[in-house]
């Protein structure tokens, strides 16, 4: 890429012709084959994502997220009280549409119209969305808001350094490690070195057909087992 240099001949940053603030979120559902994700209602999702969590009896869901697991639907509907309260992170509820039963959570948070980012995270997703199309195709219909739908610029995914299995999931879903921010946070009493992921603008049509081809029909077969992965059809 050629080097652009001010009138001091100092190295600048591309021009972005034309931008401007993007608009923040609209509450409202996206909608896909397997799943809907919704705003969080929690006197209509509370229950049936109590009953969902209520799966992972050991909590394992709960070591690296800010609040720990809950073990009376009353308490877990007041902290969901608060977290639908807010616009940042902006909560959703991930609705499985064979059951019509909330299965997972997942927001939009440090939304940045001014520079067009935007993270997703929250992510807590029950052993009845685990490893299900209704996962991924959630994960996709979020994207595709802030790409396609809102023009944001840039999108983003941050986790403990130490949770593999979120950091496997972003490497699966098409995001890239940028790098990790030490002794960033801390939570429950201990220590958070933060690993950065994101997607760009500019990645996403070739990651947006990667998940299109993946999510259809055809690439599943009768017991609904996909035929190819994502990081296969992502070549």
């Given at each position: 890429?050629?080097?652009?240099?001010?009138?001091h001949?100092q190295p600048?940053?591309?021009p972005v012709?034309?931008?401007?603030p993007?608009?923040?979120?609209?509450?409202?559902?996206?909608?896909?084959?397997?799943?809907?994700?919704?705003?969080?209602?929690?006197?209509?999702?509370a229950?049936?994502?109590?009953?969902?969590?209520r799966?992972?009896?050991?909590?394992?869901?709960?070591t690296?997220?800010?609040?720990d697991?809950?073990?009376?639907?009353?308490?877990?509907?007041?902290?969901?009280?608060?977290?639908?309260a807010?616009?940042?992170?902006?909560?959703h509820?991930?609705?499985?549409?064979?059951?019509?039963?909330?299965v997972?959570?997942?927001?939009?948070?440090?939304?940045?119209?001014?520079?067009?980012?935007?993270?997703?995270g929250?992510?807590?997703?029950?052993?009845r969305l685990?490893?299900?199309?209704?996962?991924?195709e959630?994960?996709?219909?979020?994207?595709?808001?802030?790409?396609?739908e809102l023009?944001y610029r840039?999108?983003?995914w941050?986790?403990d350094?130490?949770?593999?299995?979120?950091?496997?999931?972003?490497?699966?879903?098409?995001?890239?490690?940028?790098?990790?921010?030490?002794?960033?946070?801390?939570?429950?009493g201990?220590?958070?070195?933060?690993?950065?992921?994101?997607i760009l603008?500019?990645?996403?049509?070739?990651?947006?057909a990667?998940?299109?081809?993946?999510?259809a029909?055809?690439?599943?077969?009768?017991?609904?087992?996909q035929?190819?992965?994502l990081?296969?059809?992502?070549?």
């Open positions: 890429m050629t080097e652009l240099l001010n009138d001949d600048i940053g591309r012709p034309g931008w401007t993007r608009l923040q979120p609209p509450r409202s559902p996206m909608t896909g084959r397997f799943c809907r994700v919704e705003p969080l209602d929690p006197a209509h999702h229950a049936d994502l109590f009953e969902a969590n799966a992972d009896a050991a909590g394992r869901n709960w690296y997220l800010g609040a697991g809950f073990e009376e639907l009353a308490p877990y509907r007041a902290w969901l009280d608060r977290m639908a807010g616009t940042d992170p902006m909560f509820a991930i609705i499985d549409l064979t059951t019509g039963r909330a997972g959570v997942a927001s939009y948070l440090r939304i940045d119209p001014a520079n067009g980012v935007i993270e997703v929250h992510i807590n997703y029950s052993p685990q490893r299900r199309p209704a996962a991924t959630a994960m996709y219909l979020m994207m595709a808001r802030v790409f396609d023009g840039r999108y983003e941050k986790c350094d130490l949770n593999q299995p979120s950091r496997a999931a972003a490497a699966r879903l098409g995001f890239t490690y940028e790098g990790t921010f030490r002794q960033a946070i801390v939570y429950k201990r220590n958070r070195d933060t690993a950065w992921f994101s603008d500019g990645e996403w049509p070739a990651l947006k990667a998940f299109e081809r993946w999510l029909p055809e690439n599943f077969d009768a017991a609904g087992r035929k190819q992965s990081a296969a059809i992502r070549g």
